[in-house]
């Protein structure tokens, strides 16, 4: 199995000037606020105090006030609203969100979450359909609907109004809605242009209070920002930094008896849950249900204050995130065995069959561009239609490549890095060569190697308890604002251990000769049959926390021979 090896880049120590202007703050994280692009210490302050940018207030959505117009004449004419969503973290969050906001203004409301294996993503016509002939006014779409130009049509014509609340990429012709939020339209000058499906929501569900009598407080739906934004891996960055820190803030003291038994079968403490937490462990059992079967059981646990009915479901959601697991493995390891069939690793990584969960086609997806450094798709054939799942590169923008292929295509949408498509079965081979082409022209001159970038080179010997709360400062951390990666040299091996499932993951001890820190290098374990004695680390500092035990680690992100 070929191995990609990273490009690896240390930052250049700041100028001293440089570091004057940023006065105040520790010297390490002047270094990193300096690397990120923040020059002054007033911008630094703004950043570091997760301040939203100006301008972003509701109202500066287009069609945001037109639609909470429609939402309060609903509610006042005991017209029934249906809140539409989609069965990822992110989807089924924001329907959580507006479905208990709206029943909070005493709204007739009730949520629809399509299911993935018989009606797939986003607004289709046959449950247009059915809930027209249940008597549905107003339908509200969230994290969908954006390139819904059929069902908006169907709707228009079945005399319901629909409001599309969506963050995905829109092209030039919109649907034909009552209202469209969307940052991401043309015209639309809000600027904050990457909040998640669940911070529309958010965004709306904040004015509509504001709008009525005794307004009521919207922050209070902020847990559910913080777990949709994070899961849906956009940047971390602007008003989404703002919304997720404070959205941490009511985690860390939940109040949903859903999100408490969440919590309880993932092993947290609720009292240090961070963004990665979020990422790692949380969202991953949200997702499992929708993944494998029907979303509603996420959505039911979001919504319960139910002690009981809450605890069951958040143990199925672990079983199911465990089957998830292992249909996730089983998946990448029949793929891999398709793809990688020599030593060179081709452009675009593509595999099919019928018996791929596509539920999970997406996870593999992952695996195997995080693995290959390659845009990866990994689909499922059914009887007429094949769904595919796609993963990119910092290289090649998938959604514009689909958008290439658009005449082949049934369905496709997504965001630079991830995208999904439905394709007919006699097309699917025609749309692989045609992205073929395109990921040829785009990508065969290009080195294709990861980048990774540390804030600064570190004896091992610096690293004190206080750096820990330097780097406090920069939660949340995730997509657009990554946790500090640091590069220590000449370390020594003490000792060494594979762990995990088949050994995946490696344990290390190292020492500079002057101080010892336990490791953990996740997905590594390939280095337990030829790691040298001396070698140099990228590596994240961080807390570890198990068994009630807490202690400082090197997350290891990447290991080279300190000879190279």
Known sequence: MPLITKRWEVASPPPAEAIQELGGYPDILRRILYNRGFRTHEQARTFLEAQPPSGTEP????????????????????????????????????????????????????????????????????????????????????????????????????????????????????????????????????????????????????????????????????????????????????????????????????????????????????????????????????????????????????????????????????????????????????????????????????????????????????????????????????????????????EFHITQALDQCKDLLEHHGGHAAAAGFTVRNDLLQALIDKLLIIATEQLDEKDLRPKIFAEAEIPLSDLKPDILKSLEWLQPTGMGNPAPIFMSRGLKVTRQKAIGADGAHLKLTVTDGKITYDAIAFRQGYWIAQLPPLIDLMYTFELNEFNGQVSLQLNVKDIRSSLE
């Open 59 to 394: 109202a500066n959505l287009i069609d945001l006030p037109k639609a909470v117009d429609r939402i309060k004449f609903a509610i006042q004419h005991r017209e029934n609203i249906v809140v539409y969503g989609d069965y990822d973290a992110d989807g089924v969050t924001a329907t959580a969100l507006l479905s208990m906001a709206l029943k909070a203004l005493g709204a007739e409301v009730r949520e629809y979450i399509p299911n993935r294996f018989d009606e797939g993503y986003g607004l289709n016509l046959e449950a247009m359909s059915t809930l027209r002939e249940q008597g549905s006014d107003l339908i509200i779409t969230v994290d969908c609907g954006i390139r819904s130009w059929e069902e908006a049509s169907y709707s228009l014509t079945a005399g319901m109004d629909l409001i599309i609340t969506d963050h995905h990429y829109p092209l030039d012709i919109l649907p034909q809605a009552y209202a469209i939020i969307n940052p991401k339209q043309m015209g639309d000058n809000y600027p904050e242009k990457n909040l998640a499906g669940v911070g529309l929501a958010y965004k709306l569900v904040d004015l509509l209070f504001k709008s009525v009598p005794n307004p009521l407080d919207p922050r209070e739906y902020l847990d559910l920002v913080a777990l949709g934004t994070v899961a849906d891996l956009v940047p971390i960055t602007g008003e989404n930094r703002s919304l997720v820190r404070n959205g941490l803030e009511y985690l860390r003291q939940p109040r949903r008896q859903g999100i408490m038994a969440l919590i309880g079968v993932s092993g947290l403490s609720p009292a240090r849950i961070t963004a990665a937490d979020i990422s790692f462990t949380l969202a991953p059992r949200l997702n499992a249900s929708g993944r494998l079967d029907s979303a509603l059981a996420s959505l039911n646990l979001l919504t319960s204050q139910n002690l009981k009915e809450a605890g069951q479901l958040a143990q199925w959601l672990e079983l199911q995130n465990r089957d998830r697991q292992k249909i996730m493995r089983d998946i990448q390891t029949n793929a891999e065995q398709k793809i990688i069939v020599s030593d060179k690793i081709p452009l675009l990584l593509f595999a099919a069959d019928p018996e791929y969960n596509a539920g999970v086609v997406g996870l593999a997806a992952s695996r195997l561009t995080e693995q290959y450094y390659r845009p990866s798709i990994i689909a499922s054939i059914g009887d007429k239609y094949t769904r595919g799942s796609c993963r990119s590169i910092s």
